[in-house]
């Protein structure tokens, strides 16, 4: 029998097969609301069969957008434009659906991939970026603005009423976005945050923010709301965060009530070797869940069934029924402009990030294979 197509529980949520469609940035919102592009492309993925469909990384707030055409769900506006979507898609399919909540932090207010995907200035129609310390993401990028507390609030409120509004959208499952190098990132890696407040220095502080939004948004939301969380398990910079910085990071969001960890790497820094190859950051996972037994996604160059199924029968008996896989599709909105972008946006999603990135998962009795279109998140 195959393990890829067999049922699990994510929470209280039960999947019917292990299949989940992952969040892959579209770049086609309208001021961060949802347009017919939305309604096609995710109305075709729901009737795809999969277990589970999440919908792109979407920004709690303005600021927090990749790039000006970002999803959002920050106001009435944006709330109305999804709940459309979502309705069509709930029309013809009984798929469950998840978000993943997000802000960029410095590597907000970019260009979408296919126009080049660079730092986008105030000045020329862009945004003042915010992060933990003062340290652009690349050299040529606009400085971002350190966060003072009353930022820190600020954001944490935004995370909640995104959150909220999630809910009220009837969103089966919710993400916290904490990789690739934005927001929650930042504050993690001593390589982006360099504060000597109570947030910065030593990992018990890196990981203060990250934990208290996760706090807050699990607490926003009915108890038999999943609450998972994205993380990169390595900056694959000397100095940087590190798996071992994850499995301890991994454990504080254990006993504060999380439902899965989704592991991917990198996405932080430029400087970034990655050692791509199938699989590459599976053994990430691995360890994540052998020492915490939270679920766990597993992520990385996980591209046809085979090989997710693959993976599942070989993975260690005590663990192989919490393994999800990735397998990644390609199709996005305005193909023919894209064709340009083709190469450079494929690489994203195998591993090689420039400012995104690519998805598996696991958990202690369950498995899912992910499977989307556009730049996966």
Same mark, same amino acid.
């Given at each position: 029998?195959?393990?890829?197509?067999?049922?699990?529980?994510?929470?209280? @949520?039960?999947?019917?097969?292990?299949?989940?469609?992952?969040?892959?940035?579209?770049?086609?919102?309208?001021?961060?609301?949802?347009?017919?592009? +939305?309604?096609? &492309?995710?109305? &075709?993925?729901?009737?795809?069969?999969?277990?589970?469909?999440?919908?792109?990384?979407?920004?709690?707030?303005?600021?927090?957008?990749?790039? *000006?055409?970002?999803?959002? /769900?920050?106001?009435?506006?944006?709330?109305?434009?999804?709940?459309?979507?979502? @309705?069509?898609?709930?029309? &013809?399919?009984?798929?469950?659906?998840?978000? @993943?909540?997000?802000?960029?932090?410095?590597?907000?207010?970019?260009?979408?991939?296919?126009?080049?995907?660079?730092?986008?200035?105030?000045?020329?129609?862009?945004?003042?970026?915010?992060?933990?310390?003062? /340290?652009?993401?690349?050299?040529?990028?606009?400085?971002?603005?350190?966060?003072?507390?009353?930022?820190?609030?600020?954001?944490?409120?935004?995370?909640?009423?995104?959150?909220?509004?999630?809910?009220?959208?009837?969103?089966?499952?919710?993400?916290? +976005?904490?990789?690739?190098?934005? /927001?929650?990132?930042?504050?993690?890696?001593?390589?982006?945050?360099?504060?000597?407040?109570?947030?910065?220095?030593?990992?018990?502080?890196?990981?203060?923010?990250?934990?208290?939004?996760?706090?807050?948004?699990?607490?926003?939301?009915?108890?038999?709301?999943?609450?998972?969380?994205?993380?990169?398990?390595?900056?694959?910079?000397?100095?940087?965060?590190?798996?071992?910085?994850?499995?301890?990071?991994?454990?504080?969001?254990?006993?504060?009530?999380?439902?899965?960890?989704?592991?991917?790497?990198?996405?932080?820094? *430029?400087?970034?070797?990655?050692?791509?190859?199938?699989?590459?950051?599976?053994?990430?996972?691995?360890?994540?869940?052998?020492?915490?037994?939270?679920?766990?996604?597993?992520?990385?160059?996980?591209?046809?069934?085979?090989?997710?199924?693959?993976?599942?029968?070989?993975?260690? *008996?005590?663990?192989?029924?919490?393994?999800?896989?990735?397998?990644?599709?390609?199709?996005?909105?305005?193909? @023919?402009?894209?064709?340009?972008?083709?190469?450079?946006?494929?690489?994203?999603?195998?591993?090689?990030?420039?400012?995104? &990135?690519?998805?598996?998962?696991?958990?202690?009795?369950?498995?899912?294979?992910?499977?989307?279109?556009?730049?996966?998140?």
């Amino acid at each position: 029998m195959s393990i890829l197509f067999s049922p699990i529980t994510l929470g209280r @949520q039960v999947l019917d097969n292990r299949v989940v469609i992952a969040p892959m940035c579209q770049y086609s919102a309208d001021e961060g609301r949802a347009t017919d592009w +939305h309604q096609i &492309h995710l109305g &075709h993925l729901a009737l795809s069969g999969a277990g589970l469909m999440f919908i792109e990384a979407t920004a709690v707030a303005p600021e927090g957008r990749i790039s *000006p055409a970002d999803l959002g /769900l920050w106001s009435d506006e944006t709330e109305a434009a999804l709940a459309h979507v979502l @309705q069509s898609i709930r029309r &013809h399919s009984p798929i469950p659906i998840a978000i @993943q909540l997000a802000h960029a932090g410095r590597k907000a207010s970019t260009e979408a991939p296919w126009a080049g995907g660079q730092s986008i200035a105030p000045a020329s129609g862009g945004w003042q970026t915010v992060a933990p310390s003062a /340290l652009p993401y690349a050299a040529d990028d606009t400085r971002p603005a350190a966060l003072d507390e009353a930022g820190l609030a600020r954001i944490c409120n935004d995370f909640v009423a995104a959150a909220q509004r999630a809910q009220r959208l009837g969103f089966n499952v919710i993400e916290l +976005h904490a990789a690739h190098g934005y /927001l929650l990132h930042q504050f993690l890696s001593p390589l982006s945050n360099t504060r000597d407040d109570r947030y910065g220095g030593t990992l018990e502080n890196r990981m203060r923010f990250p934990l208290e939004v996760f706090d807050a948004l699990r607490a926003a939301v009915p108890d038999d709301t999943p609450v998972g969380i994205r993380i990169s398990a390595t900056d694959w910079v000397d100095g940087g965060w590190d798996i071992e910085q994850s499995v301890a990071f991994a454990q504080e969001l254990q006993r504060r009530g999380c439902a899965f960890i989704d592991v991917s790497s990198g996405g932080l820094s *430029p400087l970034q070797e990655i050692p791509v190859g199938p699989g590459y950051q599976v053994a990430f996972a691995d360890r994540i869940r052998r020492e915490t037994g939270l679920p766990t996604i597993a992520v990385g160059l996980i591209t046809e069934p085979e090989q997710a199924e693959t993976i599942l029968a070989s993975a260690r *008996p005590t663990w192989w029924r919490s393994l999800a896989v990735c397998c990644t599709t390609r199709a996005g909105p305005g193909t @023919q402009r894209r064709n340009s972008a083709t190469r450079s946006m494929r690489r994203n999603s195998t591993g090689v990030p420039s400012r995104g &990135h690519t998805k598996t998962c696991s958990s202690r009795d369950k498995t899912a294979c992910r499977t989307g279109s556009g730049d996966s998140t």
